[in-house]
């Protein structure tokens, strides 16, 4: 008799697959689907089977919901997908239910030809086999509705969470639907974003993705991106040792929360400084103030009053000193942080987008440096030198 082994590698491919996720993205989906499948409640009336107009909730909305909040970036979980990827099953699982008796015969039907369907229609969407099991279960439902349980509750209740996913992207700073891959950039132009400057075109990216099969799995905008973060995660190994701590600027001006915005633009005028760390009298890092965003905020100041840059700046320290607007009012405490062992090759997907002009490097929570992109460049350039 064979001896029977089982491997390691055996036992570990029946763990988890999926990557860790933290507690709050979890809570940002179920809240999402909770959200979701309210409002489509709502929208359908109850969650009642309703035979007279189908505004009632199915199964497969759950379904739904899990892709359209907990993993939106999907092609699966995309508007075209989810839409008509369900309706078109509802309408193959109720013509074969109208087609054929026998149960068994009529369920697997369904499903096959709805998956064939939605293939053909580039509408692939999981929730769909359910959505077609559901009509071929439901003799009853589709005698009394007919292929109107295609567009009630089918499409119509697909629509809904459609609407909230993307609402609710927005609200929660994520991107539903994703963004194509010729869509402007975060400026408004057409050049592609830094981190997906690959020299692949689409037709190559699509062309990996339809090789390698994963065309159900990865859009070719997050092929880019996932490409364009490993090329820097590649130049971080190229890189060497090097640290923020080698780097960093350590003589640093800061300044105090309460420090008043006259104050705040001086500095950044005396200094020429992109960029003022807040601290407290204990050097505890608070956040950092952005010389762009001030000026942004000016700018937004003079269209609002319909003035010029120079009069809007000067209205708002005049009214500093009337009503002060001090550092705390102005910072930024949601950018990125690093430590003084982070790697180089970790900062450069930091300031690779350009929202971010500067890097702060932190010790025991108090500020021990800062990593502008002038420092970073001078370190790749010193680097390319010697190598």
Known sequence: MAKVTISPNSLRALGPAVARTSPLEAARAGFGALLGLGVAGLFLLSPNIDLDFGLYLVAPFGATSVLLFAVPNSPLA???????????????????????????????????????????????HPPAGAVAMTAAMSPEAVQHLGFWFALTPIAAGTSVLVVV?????????????????????????????????????????????????????????DLARLIGAAELQAASHQTGPIT??????????????????????????????????????????????????????????????????????????????????????????????????????ALLPMMADGDVDAVPVLEHGKIAGIVTRTDLIAALARRAVRS
């Open 78 to 124: 995309q508007p075209w997908s989810a839409i008509v990827g369900n309706t078109v099953a509802a309408l193959v699982g109720v013509a074969v239910c109208m087609l054929v008796s026998e149960p068994t015969l009529r369920i697997s039907l369904a499903v096959g030809l709805a998956i064939f369907a939605t293939i053909l229609c580039r509408a692939v």
């Open 244 to 345: 923020a701590s080698d780097i960093m600027s350590r003589n640093l001006v800061t300044v105090a929360p309460e420090t008043v915005l006259s104050e705040v633009a001086d500095l950044f005028r005396r200094h020429r400084f992109t960029s003022l760390p807040v601290a407290d009298p204990d050097g505890r890092f608070l956040g950092v103030i952005f010389q762009i965003y001030l000026i942004s905020r000016v700018q937004e100041d003079a269209l609002r009053l319909d003035r010029g840059f120079v009069p809007a700046l000067k209205r708002l320290l005049d009214r500093d000193r009337d009503m002060p607007v001090r550092a705390e009012d102005i910072m930024s405490v949601a950018g990125p942080r690093a430590t003084t062992n982070t790697p180089i090759g």
């Open 165 to 221: 996913a993307a609402i609710y992207a927005r609200v929660t700073a994520r991107r539903y639907p994703f963004r194509q891959f010729e869509d402007p950039n975060r400026h408004g132009t057409s050049d592609v974003d830094p981190m997906e400057r690959l020299g692949l075109s689409e037709a190559e990216l699509t062309g990996i993705l339809e090789r390698y099969r994963q065309s159900f799995n990865l859009g070719v905008e």
